[in-house]
């Protein structure tokens, strides 16, 4: 049976769709003033005509009588050796923003920074990404938010008075006995937690509290029961045939996204050899990331939670012969979960997201009853993020208001925006002797702070990091410091009396600690030179001890959480959005237009709800709420698969004092997410909402691409697949059958690049995204523009539901320009402005475009942009193409596009013409996988290929010759360049559970 | 911009009210009856000023201020034409001033006459300090001349006005005023006018009295300025450094041509119509074809060459002579340009670059140093040359010379024309897509030399079996859009 797929509720119903870009009279007349209102109302008249025809002309005369500029060409007084100019370096450096890890690879182009991408070298990320990490190097330009020197109460001064006055209050706070506080997000580098014992040293009443506002103290403090060290595991992905996440987005936010992608996405492959893919289980109450690529995914609320896991436990310690509890019924059936774990022993994960540390032990005890301890639970080399515990902050909020605090320095963190009760912090900074804040860019904290020593930007600053036991990774400066900053670990030593300055300080760590770890460098200098130019050192990692768990804590949390009742009231869920992370990141314009994975809204965070609730309580999309107790008013958003009983809002939005793109931008659910028992709870029962009958755009681009119920995603199940490869996929037989011209061929002599895209190993992620925007300098066009589907990405993810709106199967689909051999924008375009090269390639001439747009409307993917507005240099798009420093991230090797262009996908033309010539003057061929377009570079799982199809031994042609292997819309012989392979999930005929 | 062709009207517009001044002037100076007191003045200022002035102060000598009524007049007269004599004969207060003054003799003046001796000590007598008389001017003043402090030191450069201490050379002979296609070596009036600007401390008595190189030496032969002629030439330097120099204008010859057309094609209209006054109207017709003929070869020819840039070939901040180096010193291209080969651009050297050879080569046969201290002083002052760029490729063109030089084994000249034949490089070609891509449909490519491009197998069959010739850049794709616009 044709299985029916549906992107909205509306089209899903039959009811007419409305046009998304129908904007408000507002917003419509403001753009309209961009030319001038008083014109632009006016009937036209023969004056009118005159005035525009005059200025027409004059303005045509002028341009084209002007003499050509001079331009000068300056070379550099003295050419360093490794610079060329024209040609990029790339250096390996580490990313790290207290709660994100990457090891990096930074390109350097001409003196700038403009690409950020994973480091193929190490063990972690293997080269993947997320989208942050591309973001990343937007933030290092960012104009207005950035600090551009140290300020004493909102004045500049230098760093010398800085010095001269932090010392001075320093010493007072110190001989006075009051604690010094470093506030910081985790901390993971060695050498910077030396210069903090050094800071303690010459101020013995310092402090260190961490405090991560996305806390996983939970599975810490379950371990610290459990196995006697406050540790957070590895979790190997890789090794497990079945997994079961309890609210764990672990391919989207959970711990390290990057990483688990990539270890899931290798056990989802089918091969020629591999036959199996693994089995995944999600239950939770929003829908995730991780739980739109489950095979099987149970909605729930936040407080059924405790019952689900509980008589999951005693499902398999009742098959081990292990102690049973008794727990509270539940509607979800655990026994076909228990029996794939059970079938899976020692091959299986249980994770767990839910911040309470009894069903953090429960759960971790079902791992250790599977035996997954030593085989996918790693205790040896245990992740170093995030180790805040919650309780450590409550405790330095007390002591701040019990007057026990003398000074306190924000490094890294900025609880006066992250922590729940921020105002108990921020209005007491005021009143100790000395505030500090390290922060880079503006925040919320900093505002409150009377010093401000902004640190410099991550691509700017020596460091090192340690993200796991044994892993080490080196950062190092990609450019000079472009502000009047100084790194933080700078200014400790200077304050700590030392006179060494970091990098020194760095290189000693590296000499006393790592050096003796390895044998292969004989001097410090090579091991330290190649360290750094590999950006890694991963000497052998600590052994996997399998330890045996204390499971005398299980009774009590097994108590604990068979006591827990359902709440009968709506519970709101505060989820981490997929783009912005915890907020730190919020005043980034890429990542703030980039659409939700799931949702496909972007600039706002909404309530989600599900439609079954939508409908019982008349709510639509864009409905604003009011939460009566909370003072929380937020626009609603029908969301399908979202737990019914439930609300689910990101946080990370709603920031103020941080720059344009980020204040005021969505609403700030921090102050909901209070700890409860120490533990920083992400989900809060309400009383009482309501709709109050105003209605709010949300801009989302979920309509915009409508393929119009094409049979565009093709799917089949393991089962299936294993039956007859080609399952689900009959329709390209049939087309190829079909696949016959009366017109001559394309005939590609040397190249025909292709792609292909594997269904089974995209999550979905968006890293893609943000890597093609990194690259070819896609404009951000803004909210407004959004709503009236003009946003300019080259690549995006189409998302499709099917079958149950409670709890729909969710798919996505990577979407680029498709490269059609049979291209229909081409013979539409009356200037050929779009033609075919002999590579296959689709190419878009700027330069001769008359934008006609035919090409966009004839074209069935959707996939082309048109230049509505000349975004660059234009003051009414005020995000990063306007300003000087903006513009420094713009890749010179892509054409900034002007006003009236259409413009697309060019499969990285650029990246294949410089790897041609590489070639060339190497004197050999090309070998296969060299040329890497951006989104295959970013994607952290491999899920894109790229090659030549004209070469049968590269990896794309054998793609290729997969049965699984199709082409949007083949029957329409277009003949595209790229190809799916068919989305195998691993779950029974139909829907299960 | 002062207008260079307008100087000699302007000369003969203010001759008359200058000769008047000047005349003037002498009448006063001869009514007070004072010229012996001018006499006075040159004696004083040739033997005594280097040591002494006429004020308290000392210099190396005593000040000499009311001399004349601490000593008497006859004893001042012997002491001045030989002191050291009066010292040793044991002169009481020759020798006092002897030890007061460090013991430092004072050269004896025997050749001044008696009258000479007078008149020097009724200068000193009657001296009128400085502003009184407006004769000494600030040598050192670098900004806020007058207009006609300007102009003075302009007609000064140009030589219509004769320097005081007679020399026959004039600045304008050597030193350009004008932007012009040809190199001349010597440093332009900008040229100076920025290094007098840039050194402070420095005035034109110091530049023209130590001379740089054996060049400048022989050239400055004889010139001596007084101070109110450097003060006027620096007014002039003042000037240029801040409007900088005038562009050679050329006749616009097409643009007359087109005017001109006009102009009869009108008349021919006209007459066509109204006046009828010529007989044949072939003539009229003939007249209105051949002149929109004409007017349309113009318009287009101009229309093409709307920001194209042939020929362009601006002034450097250094008169480089790529004949010199490239040429004369066989120089390879790559040495200077040695990126070429490995990156987009061909690179632009770096003034350290230049110092390998340039610090041994400290003077040109024909620029002496001036030119190759400018390398120097980029060096020491951090700020490197900003050349003026030639090439210019359009934004969305992207070009690669590693893909051209390493790839194609393109010779430089092939685009960049004889650049070793230059003084003045300029655009040799017209650098439109016309024109690189018929290049692309007519040049070959390494096909059997380079295994990248084994690649295209059906051509390599081709191509061994004899069937074609040679492989084009077109036969692989270039002349696609994807392969230079992106």
Not at chain 1, 648 to 669: C, E, L, P, Q, W
Not at chain 2, 117 to 128: A, M, P, S
Not at chain 2, 136 to 141: A, E, G, S, W
Request: net charge neutral; aromatic share 10%; hydrophobic share 35%.
């Amino acid at each position: 049976m044709e299985k029916k797929y549906w992107k909205s509720l509306e089209e899903r119903n039959g009811l007419p769709v409305e046009n998304p870009g129908k904007m408000d009279e507002d917003a419509s007349r403001s753009l309209l003033e961009l030319i001038n209102e008083e014109i632009a109302d006016k009937p036209s008249s023969r004056r009118n005509f005159l005035k525009f025809a005059g200025f027409s002309f004059a303005t045509v005369a002028i341009a084209t009588s002007c003499k050509n500029p001079v331009n000068t060409a300056i070379p550099m007084l003295n050419k360093p050796e490794e610079v060329t100019p024209g040609m990029a370096n790339y250096y390996a450096s580490t990313y790290f923003d207290g709660q994100d890890y990457s090891s990096i690879l930074v390109k350097v182009r001409d003196g700038r920074p403009i690409k950020v991408d994973g480091n193929d070298l190490s063990s972690f990320n293997h080269g993947g990404s997320s989208a942050r990490v591309q973001g990343s190097v937007l933030s290092l330009y960012d104009d207005g938010g950035r600090f551009k020197a140290p300020m004493i109460g909102g004045l500049e001064t230098t760093w010398n008075m800085m010095d001269l006055e932090v010392g001075k209050k320093l010493t007072e706070v110190a001989a006075s006995g009051k604690q010094i506080v470093l506030l910081a997000s985790t901390i993971i580098s060695p050498s910077t937690r030396k210069v903090i014992a050094e800071f303690t040293a010459k101020y013995p009443t310092t402090k260190l509290v961490t405090f991560d506002p996305v806390s996983s103290s939970a599975i810490r403090q379950a371990h610290q029961e459990l196995a006697g060290q406050a540790v957070i595991p590895d979790y190997h992905f890789e090794n497990a045939d079945v997994v079961v996440s309890f609210g764990a987005d672990f391919l989207g936010t959970w711990l390290s996204p990057v990483e688990f992608s990539r270890r899931w996405a290798t056990t989802r492959r089918l091969t020629e050899e591999k036959k199996n893919i693994s089995k995944l289980f999600v239950v939770e109450s929003c829908m995730s990331l991780t739980g739109a690529n489950a095979d099987v995914r149970l909605a729930v609320k936040p407080s059924q939670q405790a019952a689900v896991i509980l008589n999951l436990y005693n499902e398999i310690a009742a098959a081990n012969g292990g102690k049973t509890f008794t727990a509270p019924k539940t509607s979800v059936d655990v026994k076909k979960m228990a029996t794939a774990l059970l079938a899976a022993k020692g091959k299986s994960l249980v994770v767990n997201g839910i911040n309470d540390p009894a069903l953090q032990i429960i759960t971790h005890a079902i791992n250790f009853m599977l035996g997954n301890y030593g085989t996918t639970l790693d205790l040896g080399s245990t992740l170093n993020l995030r180790q805040g515990m919650d309780q450590e902050m409550e405790t330095f909020v007390q002591d701040l208001e019990a007057g026990n605090v003398g000074a306190v320095m924000f490094y890294q963190s900025n609880p006066g925006y992250t922590y729940a009760e921020s105002a108990r912090i921020l209005q007491n900074l005021k009143r100790i002797p000395l505030a500090v804040s390290f922060a880079t860019a503006q925040d919320e904290t900093s505002k409150a702070c009377h010093y401000v020593c902004p640190d410099h930007h991550f691509l700017e600053s020596w460091n090192d990091a340690e993200p796991k036991n044994g892993m080490y990774t080196l950062q190092q400066p990609t450019i000079r410091n472009i502000f009047n900053t100084r790194q933080v670990q700078d200014s400790l030593l200077k304050w700590s009396g030392s006179t060494s300055d970091y990098y020194t300080s760095l290189r000693k760590t590296w000499e006393t600690d790592f050096f003796g770890k390895q044998s292969k460098y004989g001097s410090f200098n090579d091991f330290w030179n190649h360290s750094l130019q590999d950006g890694v050192f991963e000497p052998q990692l600590p052994e996997w001890s399998l330890a045996s768990l204390n499971l005398a804590a299980l009774d009590t949390a097994a108590v604990k959480a068979g006591s827990a009742t359902v709440s009968a009231d709506t519970e709101l869920v505060f989820y981490e959005n997929i783009a912005l992370g915890n907020g730190s990141h919020s005043n980034n314009p890429w990542l703030m237009e980039m659409p939700d994975p799931i949702s496909k809204v972007c600039w706002d965070n909404f309530a989600a709800m599900s439609p079954k609730m939508a409908e019982k309580l008349g709510i639509a999309t864009g409905d604003v709420l009011y939460f009566e107790n909370e003072k929380l008013e937020i626009p609603a958003f029908v969301q399908p698969g979202q737990a019914d009983g439930t609300i689910g809002i990101a946080y990370g939005y709603g920031r103020s004092n941080t720059g344009k793109v980020a204040d005021g931008t969505g609403i700030n659910v921090y102050p909901y997410m209070k700890a409860v028992g120490g533990f920083r709870a992400f989900s809060l029962a309400v009383k009482e909402f309501r709709a109050i009958g105003n209605t709010y755009q949300l801009a989302t681009t979920q309509m915009h691409h409508s393929m119009e119920g094409r049979p565009i995603v093709r799917e089949t199940t393991l089962e299936e697949w294993q039956k007859k490869p080609a399952a689900g996929n009959e329709l390209h037989e049939e087309a190829a059958k079909n696949n016959f011209t009366l017109y001559k061929e394309y005939e590609f002599a040397g190249h025909h690049w292709g792609m292909g895209i594997d269904l089974n190993a995209c999550t979905g992620c968006s890293a893609c995204v943000i890597g093609c925007q990194a690259e070819n300098n896609v404009a951000v066009v803004g909210k407004e523009q959004v709503a009236m589907t003009r946003i300019m990405h080259w690549i995006r993810i189409d998302r499709y539901y099917s079958e149950d709106p409670e709890n729909p199967s969710v798919y996505f689909q990577p979407l680029m320009c498709q490269h059609c051999d049979n291209a229909p924008c081409e013979n539409v375009c009356p200037v050929s402005a779009t033609n075919h090269s002999n590579e296959g390639l689709n190419q878009m001439a700027y330069n001769r475009c008359i934008g006609t747009k035919y090409c966009i409307n004839n074209c069935p993917y959707k996939v082309r942009r048109f230049n509505w507005f000349r975004y660059a240099t234009n003051d009414a798009f005020d995000y990063n193409q306007n300003s000087d420093l903006g513009r420094m991230v713009l890749n010179p090797d892509v054409t900034v596009r002007e006003r009236g262009v259409v413009e697309k996908c060019s499969f990285c033309v650029q990246r294949i013409q410089e790897k041609k010539l590489l070639a060339k003057a190497e004197n050999r061929m090309l070998q296969d996988g060299e040329i890497l377009p951006a989104c295959a570079q970013a994607c952290p799982s491999g899920a894109i290929i790229f090659g030549d199809l004209n070469d049968p031994e590269s990896r794309i042609s054998k793609l290729y010759k997969n049965e699984r292997n199709y082409h949007l819309l083949e029957e329409i012989h277009t003949l595209p360049s790229v190809g799916y392979l068919t989305k195998v999930r691993n779950r029974e005929g139909g829907a299960e559970a | 911009m002062l207008k260079h062709a307008s100087i000699r009207q302007r000369i003969v517009n203010l001759a008359v009210p200058l000769a008047v001044t000047l005349i003037l002037s002498g009448v006063f100076l001869s009514a007070t009856g004072d010229a012996d007191y001018m006499k006075g003045k040159q004696i004083f200022d040739k033997n005594c000023a280097v040591c002494h002035k006429i004020s308290a102060d000392k210099l190396v000598g005593p000040g000499l201020k009311d001399v004349t009524k601490r000593r008497d007049k006859v004893w001042l007269k012997k002491f001045i034409a030989a002191s050291q004599e009066m010292v040793k004969s044991g002169d009481k207060t020759a020798k006092e001033v002897f030890m007061a003054n460090g013991q430092i003799p004072m050269p004896d003046h025997k050749f001044l006459t008696d009258g000479d001796l007078n008149n020097v000590l009724n200068y000193i007598e009657n001296f009128q300090p400085e502003a009184a008389r407006k004769v000494t001017v600030d040598i050192n003043k670098k900004d806020g001349f007058t207009n006609e402090e300007i102009k003075r030191g302009e007609r000064l450069f140009f030589g219509l006005i004769p320097f005081e201490k007679g020399t026959t050379l004039n600045c304008a002979s050597c030193h350009a005023t004008i932007l012009t296609d040809s190199l001349n070596f010597n440093p332009s009036v900008l040229d100076l006018a920025e290094a007098w600007k840039e050194q402070n401390g420095t005035n034109l008595y110091q530049v023209l009295s130590s001379p740089t190189s054996q060049k400048m030496t022989d050239s400055h032969k004889g010139l001596q300025l007084a101070d109110h002629e450097i003060y006027d030439m620096s007014a002039y330097f003042s000037e240029v450094s801040k409007t900088g120099m005038e562009t050679e204008k050329s006749f616009p010859a097409r643009l007359l041509i087109f005017l001109t057309l006009g102009f009869l094609m009108a008349l021919a209209l006209a007459d066509l119509i109204f006046f009828k006054k010529v007989k044949y109207k072939f003539i009229h017709i003939i007249i209105i074809l051949g002149g929109l003929g004409v007017h349309v070869t113009l318009a287009m020819q101009e229309g093409t060459r709307l920001s194209r840039t042939q020929d362009y070939a601006p002034d450097q901040p250094i008169k480089f002579s790529h004949k010199v180096h490239a040429g004369q010193n066989k120089t390879d291209c790559e040495y200077c340009h040695s990126i070429a080969s490995s990156s987009k651009s061909a690179g632009i050297p770096s003034p350290n670059l230049c110092m390998n050879c340039h610090k041994v080569v400290t003077q040109g046969a024909r620029s002496g140093k001036f030119e190759i201290n400018k390398i120097y002083r980029a060096i020491e002052t951090g700020k490197s040359i900003p050349w003026v760029r030639i090439h210019k490729l359009p934004d969305h063109v992207f070009f690669s010379h590693e893909q051209h030089v390493t790839a194609g084994k393109v010779k430089c000249q092939q685009c960049h024309g004889m650049v070793e034949n230059m003084d003045i490089v300029k655009q040799a070609t017209d650098l439109s897509m016309g024109w690189c891509v018929n290049c692309h449909r007519r040049t070959a490519v390494q096909f059997a030399d380079n295994k990248y491009y084994e690649t295209f197998k059906k051509l390599h069959e081709d191509y061994k079996s004899g069937k074609i010739k040679k492989v084009t850049v077109e036969q692989v794709g270039g002349i696609d859009c994807a392969k230079c616009h992106y």
